[in-house]
T-cell receptor
Framework: AQTVTQSQPEMSVQEAETVTLSCTYD???????LFWYKQPPSRQMILVIR????KQQNATENRFSVNFQKAAKSFSLKISDSQLGDAAMYFC??????????WGAGTKLIIKP | GAVVSQHPSWVICKSGTSVKIECRSL??????MFWYRQFPKQSLMLMAT?????????EQGVEKDKFLINHASLTLSTLTVTSAHPEDSSFYIC??????????FGSGTRLTVV
């Protein structure tokens, strides 16, 4: 069975600094997608970034980038120039063969002003 | 971009009554709808997957007679919590998957059963 592990229940970072959230996964699929979602206090799930496993280039969206290590099955999220609005729960997810998302437990990100 | 409208955003109901939650894809056709339940400070737990025009597939441990899912059209899926009890109180979220491949989430429904 596929699993997604987020080993950091909580992380904190000073505003304007950089923080990296960890995620490892296990899948037997040869082609798959990985996602990072943000859930602010409103609880609306917001897509942060998506990575297609067959692409070697790491995905980037403005201040958000990933370090995708396929062999190590690692998919970490780097947030640069952290802003107060980045405070949220961050969930890592992997798509399975049924197009369902397998979710990590989440990391609560705290931004210190 | 793709939008999924979920209603109601919150609902309080009496124990023993039924509650219906609707999710509509506003600008795309949702071939598949996923229904999740989320407990406080926890991750999303998949309850069921529904495809337009066919019966929903429920995850192990989810009572299909209690959580009725209907996906009658490509733009509307509903979750009905039947004979609700306080233990059904939770946050329910729908997510639609469309042809362009992506997952779009509704804003969630906070259900409180008293």
């Amino acid at each position: 069975a596929q699993t997604v592990t987020q080993s950091q229940p909580e992380m904190s970072v000073q505003e304007a600094e950089t923080v990296t959230l960890s995620c490892t996964y296990d899948t037997s699929e040869s082609d798959y997608y990985l996602f990072w979602y943000k859930q602010p206090p409103s609880r609306q799930m917001i897509l942060v970034i998506r990575q297609e496993a067959y692409k070697q280039q790491n995905a980037t969206e403005n201040r958000f980038s990933v370090n995708f290590q396929k062999a190590a099955k690692s998919f970490s999220l780097k947030i640069s120039d952290s802003q107060l609005g980045d405070a949220a729960m961050y969930f890592c997810a992997c798509m399975d063969s049924n197009y369902q998302l397998i979710w990590g437990a989440g990391t609560k990100l705290i931004i210190k002003p | 971009g793709a939008v999924v409208s979920q209603h109601p955003s919150w609902v309080i109901c009496k124990s023993g009554t039924s509650v219906k939650i609707e999710c509509r894809s506003l600008d795309f056709q949702a071939t598949t709808m996923f229904w999740y339940r989320q407990f406080p400070k926890q991750s999303l737990m998949l309850m069921a997957t529904s495809n337009e025009g066919s019966k929903a597939t429920y995850e192990q441990g989810v009572e299909k007679d209690k959580f009725l899912i209907n996906h009658a059209s490509l733009t509307l899926s509903t979750l009905t919590v039947t004979s609700a009890h306080p233990e059904d109180s939770s946050f329910y979220i729908c997510s639609a998957s469309g042809p362009r491949f992506g997952y779009t989430f509704g804003s969630g429904t906070r259900l409180t059963v008293v």
